[in-house]
């Protein structure tokens, strides 16, 4: 199947667009008309362009308010109607998009809306031309997929036929079982976008909030699976207006789409799969070989933190009951263990130049050389594996906001483990109250969040959760989880909300809404213990302010002794339908701080209620002191 993309969904010049999208791989384009208006190359000079680039011209678009109107208006019509027709040979496009009418001069006659777009699709016919009729969801009298298709019907044209757009049809909940009702040949096109299940005008909604299948809520894979089994054939086609893309990188953003439709064709393929292979239509299996199996990681290895020096973090790690059990043998790294969590301190790296920074991540992989070859057929950036010779070979790829990721197996006897380059006399590492690395919390740029929910959930196999906001005194943080079915790897992705248009948030000059900040979070069986050890070797946490534990026995009654503690040890606290969470954090340093947690019983998230006390609690403590 063909793989297409809206030149809407990108920014830059059309030029721009085209580049990007050739280089991303896809097989055609649909140019956005505005694109061309607004562009320098004229229609001769934008086919020869997409030619040199592989791409077909897949739909031109979109033409609007055409249909239901008065005979005075559908001659206006008709006329700039031919126009468009002229431009389109121009530019060797042979499929116009027309969107149901939104204008107040149509009226609700069906036999009237067909026979004109019959007429159109006659004048088309001339030209060698065909018309995709697309319900919008805020079209004035046709606005779903059914009323569109039976004026298609009505029309009876062979050069007419609809147009399906998954936002349309999920974002008013049409049923999309109806979508295999239509014959194949009469589905022109088909365009895919996800969203944000968003409370709001669904105008407002698409143009601003669409985003690639798979980074929001809605059911694109389902869809696409209904669109299939008719024998459809055409191309799947992405169309996102969305304000984040439109400023984003061109070639970054037209990767996380193309990335998005092979994860799409896979969940597609596993759906009809499921549903049984034996009836399908051809097309239908004739979907492109998916991606290796994502090995699903089973926890976490390490974390890498970069440090200008050893100290004072590794004094942090020994207040908190950690050992250095090995030094590297070739490069200044640390290796910090308790129970099964490992902390490397790397002196060595550059990235240490602000302080410290979380630079790598090691997750446990049933098999490193497999979880590769996924990230690869995603086009995640696979690292070069540029270490001396007498290293333990390691699989890596750069996450979207540029942290390593490293596929270990930790100590296994079927592969080289990491840990070997820490000595042959490392140490047995300590049995403490902490046990692991709960998660890993990361800062995204803010034009990658998108972008990082796929990746970690299509190249990972991790199931995103759902989207938070978080007030911080200087900003909003937008916050989502993503982790395993059973809870052995989780990541909390963070970005700052910014008044997106120059990308500096206010209150930059107070650090920014969290902006930067990273952490690990470290699994501990006995926070009280955990917390009285810091507090015996003289080490300060982060201090909560007394009116969080009022507020907190107005929310929760859990006796006397338990706010006292709660209170005394400066820990937050959290519960859900599953169980309770207890938590505390240390002091930032660098971009870098740890926290520590319990969770009790099959508690899930990650005390997301407590963070507006946290980020206000850390803006004060990292405020320099005036006088
Ligand atoms: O928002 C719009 O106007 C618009 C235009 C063309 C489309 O294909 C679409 O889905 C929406
Ligand atoms: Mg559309």
């Given at each position: 199947?063909?793989?297409?993309?809206?030149?809407?969904s990108?920014?830059?010049?059309?030029?721009?667009?085209?580049?990007?999208?050739?280089?991303?791989g896809?097989d055609?384009?649909?140019?956005?008309?505005?694109d061309?208006?607004?562009?320098?190359?004229?229609?001769?000079?934008?086919?020869?362009?997409?030619?040199?680039?592989?791409?077909g011209?897949?739909?031109?678009?979109?033409?609007?308010?055409?249909?239901?109107?008065?005979?005075?208006?559908?001659?206006?019509?008709l006329?700039?109607?031919?126009?468009?027709?002229?431009?389109?040979?121009?530019?060797?496009?042979?499929r116009?998009?027309?969107?149901?009418?939104?204008?107040?001069?149509?009226?609700?006659?069906?036999?009237?809306?067909?026979?004109?777009?019959?007429?159109?699709?006659?004048?088309?016919?001339?030209?060698g031309?065909?018309?995709a009729?697309?319900?919008?969801?805020?079209g004035?009298?046709?606005?779903?997929?059914?009323?569109?298709?039976?004026i298609?019907?009505?029309?009876?044209?062979?050069?007419l036929?609809?147009c399906?757009?998954?936002?349309?049809i999920?974002?008013?909940?049409?049923?999309?079982?109806?979508?295999e009702?239509?014959?194949?040949e009469?589905?022109?096109?088909?365009?895919l976008?996800?969203?944000?299940r968003?409370?709001?005008?669904?105008?407002?909604?698409?143009r601003?909030y669409?985003?690639?299948?798979?980074?929001?809520?809605?059911?694109?894979?389902?869809?696409?699976?209904?669109?299939?089994r008719?024998?459809y054939?055409?191309?799947?086609?992405?169309?996102?207006f969305?304000?984040?893309?439109?400023?984003?990188?061109?070639?970054?953003?037209?990767?996380?789409?193309?990335r998005?439709?092979?994860?799409?064709?896979?969940?597609?393929g596993?759906r009809?799969?499921?549903?049984?292979?034996?009836?399908?239509?051809?097309?239908?299996?004739?979907?492109?070989?998916?991606?290796?199996?994502?090995?699903?990681p089973?926890?976490f290895?390490?974390?890498?933190?970069?440090?200008?020096?050893?100290?004072?973090?590794?004094?942090?790690l020994?207040?908190?009951?950690?050992?250095?059990?090995?030094?590297?043998?070739?490069?200044?790294?640390?290796?910090?263990e308790?129970?099964?969590?490992?902390?490397?301190?790397?002196s060595?790296?550059?990235?240490?130049?602000?302080?410290?920074a979380?630079g790598a991540?090691?997750?446990?992989?049933?098999?490193?050389?497999?979880?590769?070859k996924?990230?690869?057929?995603?086009?995640?950036?696979?690292?070069?594996?540029s270490?001396?010779?007498?290293?333990?070979?390691?699989?890596?790829?750069?996450?979207?906001?540029?942290?390593?990721?490293f596929?270990?197996?930790?100590?296994?006897?079927?592969?080289?483990?990491?840990?070997?380059?820490?000595?042959?006399?490392?140490?047995?590492?300590?049995?403490?109250?902490?046990?692991?690395?709960d998660?890993?919390?990361?800062?995204?740029?803010w034009?990658?969040?998108?972008?990082?929910?796929?990746?970690?959930?299509?190249?990972?196999?991790?199931?995103?959760?759902?989207?938070?906001?978080?007030?911080?005194?200087?900003?909003?943080?937008?916050s989502?989880?993503a982790?395993?079915?059973?809870?052995?790897?989780?990541?909390?992705?963070?970005?700052?909300y910014?008044?997106?248009?120059?990308?500096?948030?206010?209150?930059?000059?107070?650090?920014?809404?969290?902006?930067?900040?990273?952490?690990?979070?470290?699994?501990?069986?006995?926070?009280?213990?955990?917390?009285?050890?810091?507090?015996?070797?003289?080490?300060?946490?982060?201090?909560?302010?007394?009116?969080?534990?009022?507020?907190?026995?107005?929310?929760?009654?859990?006796?006397?002794?338990?706010?006292r503690?709660?209170?005394?040890?400066?820990?937050?606290?959290?519960?859900?339908?599953?169980?309770?969470?207890?938590?505390?954090?240390?002091?930032?340093?660098?971009r870098?701080?740890?926290?520590?947690?319990?969770?009790?019983?099959g508690?899930?998230?990650?005390g997301a209620?407590n963070?507006p006390?946290?980020?206000?609690?850390?803006?004060?403590?990292?405020?320099?002191?005036?006088?």
């Open positions: 199947m063909r793989r297409s993309i809206a030149t809407v990108l920014s830059g010049s059309l030029a721009d667009k085209l580049t990007a999208i050739g280089a991303a896809f055609g384009v649909e140019i956005f008309e505005n061309l208006v607004a562009g320098a190359m004229g229609p001769e000079e934008v086919r020869a362009r997409a030619a040199d680039l592989g791409l011209i897949d739909l031109y678009q979109p033409f609007r308010d055409f249909e239901a109107v008065p005979p005075a208006l559908l001659a206006r019509n006329r700039r109607a031919e126009h468009k027709f002229a431009v389109m040979e121009r530019l060797g496009a042979t116009l998009l027309v969107c149901s009418s939104v204008s107040p001069e149509s009226v609700d006659d069906d036999a009237l809306a067909a026979e004109q777009l019959r007429l159109l699709a006659e004048r088309a016919a001339e030209h031309i065909t018309i009729y697309e319900a919008l969801a805020w004035r009298h046709v606005d779903d997929y059914p009323h569109a298709w039976r298609v019907r009505m029309a009876d044209h062979p050069g036929g609809v399906l757009d998954s936002f349309h999920l974002s008013r909940e049409t049923d999309p079982y109806a979508i009702t239509i014959p194949a009469k589905i022109f096109f088909l365009q976008a996800d969203a944000p968003l409370p709001m005008d669904v105008l407002y909604w698409s601003h669409r985003c690639f299948p798979g980074q929001g809520d809605l059911d694109v894979a389902g869809l696409v699976a209904h669109v299939l008719t024998g054939d055409g191309p799947l086609s992405l169309e996102v969305n304000d984040i893309f439109r400023q984003a990188a061109a070639m970054r953003t037209a990767r996380d789409a193309m998005s439709l092979i994860f799409l064709e896979e969940e597609v596993e009809l799969d499921a549903q049984g292979a034996l009836n399908l239509p051809a097309p239908a299996l004739s979907l492109p070989a998916p991606p290796p199996a994502a090995p699903v089973t926890g290895a390490f974390a890498e933190l970069a440090v200008p020096e050893p100290r004072p973090l590794g004094d942090l020994d207040a908190l009951g950690f050992v250095r059990t090995g030094v590297h043998s070739g490069k200044p790294v640390e290796l910090w308790q129970g099964e969590a490992r902390i490397l301190l790397n060595g790296s550059a990235e240490s130049e602000d302080g410290p979380l991540i090691g997750l446990e992989s049933p098999d490193p050389g497999a979880s590769v996924r990230a690869e057929a995603l086009l995640s950036p696979v690292l070069p594996r270490r001396a010779p007498r290293d333990a070979p390691l699989d890596a790829v750069a996450a979207p906001d540029g942290t390593e990721l596929f270990c197996r930790t100590a296994r006897p079927d592969h080289p483990s990491w840990t070997d380059d820490f000595g042959r006399d490392r140490r047995e590492p300590p049995d403490g109250e902490i046990t692991h690395i998660h890993v919390a990361l800062t995204q740029p034009h990658h969040f998108d972008e990082a929910s796929l990746f970690y959930r299509a190249v990972l196999g991790l199931r995103p959760h759902e989207s938070l906001e978080l007030p911080d005194p200087y900003g909003l943080m937008r989502r989880a982790s395993t079915a059973d809870g052995r790897v989780r990541f909390a992705l963070n970005v700052a910014v008044g997106a248009h120059d990308g500096v948030p206010y209150g930059a000059s107070h650090g920014g809404p969290g902006v930067a900040w990273q952490h690990v979070a470290l699994a501990s069986r006995d926070i009280a213990a955990t917390a009285r050890r810091l507090r015996a070797a003289g080490t300060a946490v982060l201090p909560i302010p007394a009116n969080y534990h009022d507020d907190l026995e107005a929310r929760h009654d859990l006796g006397a002794e338990r706010h503690l709660l209170r005394e040890l400066g820990l937050l606290y959290d519960r859900d339908a599953h169980g309770e969470f207890l938590h505390f954090y240390t002091l930032t340093t660098g870098v701080f740890l926290e520590v947690v319990q969770r009790l019983g508690y899930r998230g990650y209620v963070a006390v946290r980020l206000a609690a850390q803006h004060a403590a990292s405020r320099p002191r005036l006088g």
